[in-house]
């Protein structure tokens, strides 16, 4: 089955820039997305296509992909931004899969 | 305003049935795919079941085929999860999630919890 592999942890004090990054064998042909769950809330999309930022998302926060990986990156991180980050993509038979998600810590 | 609003999660015992329901507004609901999404205690997110617009074609992850059914009304705006033969292990919050092509979930509703236990 296919997998999108995430570090678990990544921790960054305020207005350091974050970088979160999710590795698949099937990024080079198919979009990754992201996604921030806040405790006890339900996820709400922050990057789609790569790199494309739905209305309301602050400016900080951005996406890239290269070969099999995507990166979120979150410029001059704020303690608001503390979250579970999940990436999201398909496979080449589109399976949806999310990576195991990545708990961002700002402190 | 895009609202999803999810019901009919429990308190269920294993090999029991359940069905959730999610209720829809603010968007032409019969345009859309729609996906639900699950995620158990301390646990992450996990793609469960995906309908087409019309409801002519459905998809499953593999943890659920066969036990798990997905439909819709359009008449009614509102999205339904059949859940038969209900195990320990899909206990979880269950998302409602409007879909976008190609194949992601732009708007998440604010879940409903379904617990598989005797």
């Known amino acids: 089955s296919y997998e999108l592999t995430q570090p678990p942890s990544v921790s960054v004090s305020p207005g350091q820039t974050a970088r979160i990054t999710c590795s698949g064998d099937?990024?080079?042909?198919?979009?990754a997305y992201w996604y921030q769950q806040k405790s006890g809330q339900a996820p709400v999309l922050v990057i789609y296509e790569d790199s494309k930022r739905p209305s309301g998302i602050p400016e900080r926060f951005s996406g890239s992909s290269s070969g099999t990986m995507a990166t979120l990156t979150i410029s001059g991180a704020q303690v608001e931004d503390e979250a579970d980050y999940y990436c999201?993509?398909?496979?080449?038979?589109?399976?949806?899969?999310f990576g195991g998600g990545t708990k961002l810590t700002v402190l | 305003e895009v609202q999803l609003v999810e019901s009919g999660g429990g308190l269920v015992q294993p090999g029991g049935s359940l069905r959730l329901s999610c209720a829809a507004s603010g968007f032409t609901f019969s345009s859309y795919a729609m996906s639900w999404v699950r995620q158990a205690p301390g646990k992450g997110l996990e793609w469960v079941s995906a309908i087409s617009g019309s409801g002519g074609s459905t998809y499953y992850a593999d943890s659920v085929k066969g036990r798990f059914t997905i439909s819709r009304d359009n008449s009614k705006n509102t999205l339904y999860l059949q859940m038969n033969s209900l195990r320990a292990e899909d206990t979880a919050v269950y998302y409602c999630?409007?879909?976008?092509?190609?194949?992601?979930?732009?708007?998440w509703g604010k879940g409903t919890t379904v617990t598989v236990s005797s």
């Open positions: 999201y993509s398909t496979d080449s038979s589109g399976l949806r899969v």
């Open positions: 999630a409007k879909d976008r092509a190609p194949y992601y979930m732009d708007v």
């Open positions: 099937a990024l080079p042909k198919k979009y």
